[in-house]
T-cell receptor, first 113, second 114 residues
Framework: AQTVTQSQPEMSVQEAETVTLSCTYD???????LFWYKQPPSRQMILVIR??????QNATENRFSVNFQKAAKSFSLKISDSQLGDTAMYFCAFMIANSKLTFGKGITLSVRP | EAEVAQSPRYKITEKSQAVAFWCDPI?????LYWYRQILGQGPELLVQFQDESVVDDSQLPKDRFSAERLKGVDSTLKIQPAELGDSAMYLC????????????FGPGTRLTVT
């Protein structure tokens, strides 16, 4: 069975600064996908970024980037130039092709003005 | 921009009562998912549909939960009877096909059982 672990329950960052959210996972599969989802207060969950395990290059989406360490089974999210709108719960998630998403417990990120 | 619609947004019910949630996926999306998200935790899949067929309902408590997607479009999730432990957010998501890795989530239904 696949597991996703987010050990930090919450973090806080000053506006305009950089923050890194940690995630580790466990699987015996070699082909899979990793995701970071954002869930703002009282709003729907949206996909922030995804990474295919077969790609060595780390994914980047504007201010969001990941550090994917396949051997260490680590998948962290870096948010640069943090904005107030980044305040949300962030979930790390894992999926084997054609199977279900497995989510971590999430981390609450607060961006301070 | 097309979105997944869910209703109601909030529901308060007494234990032992029946409750139902509705989801309308993005038009053209063949795959529909129901998740349960307990406060402070990540979502867990309850049931997955491909068109009108159930693909995965291994985590659905079938003694009290049921789900249907009769015409392969919108879907209803029912709980009967509701228990205190069912208090949670119920999320619906859809994707274009079941091999698609991108799921689009609705706003959810917050259920409180008293």
């Amino acid at each position: 069975a696949q597991t996703v672990t987010q050990s930090q329950p919450e973090m806080s960052v000053q506006e305009a600064e950089t923050v890194t959210l940690s995630c580790t996972y466990d699987t015996s599969e070699s082909n899979y996908y990793l995701f970071w989802y954002k869930q703002p207060p009282s709003r729907q969950m949206i996909l922030v970024i995804r990474q295919e395990a077969y790609k060595q290059q780390n994914a980047t989406e504007n201010r969001f980037s990941v550090n994917f360490q396949k051997a260490a089974k680590s998948f962290s999210l870096k948010i640069s130039d943090s904005q107030l709108g980044d305040t949300a719960m962030y979930f790390c998630a894992f999926m084997i092709a054609n199977s279900k998403l497995t989510f971590g417990k999430g981390i609450t990120l607060s961006v301070r003005p | 921009e097309a979105e997944v619609a869910q209703s109601p947004r909030y529901k308060i019910t007494e234990k032992s009562q029946a409750v139902a949630f509705w989801c309308d996926p993005i038009s053209g999306h063949a795959t529909l998912y129901w998740y349960r998200q307990i406060l402070g935790q990540g979502p867990e899949l309850l049931v997955q549909f491909q068109d009108e067929s159930v693909v995965d309902d291994s985590q659905l408590p079938k003694d009290r939960f049921s789900a249907e997607r009769l015409k392969g479009v919108d879907s209803t999730l029912k709980i009967q009877p509701a228990e205190l432990g069912d208090s949670a957010m119920y999320l619906c998501a859809s994707s274009l096909i079941w091999t698609s890795y991108e799921q689009y989530f609705g706003p959810g239904t917050r259920l409180t059982v008293t």
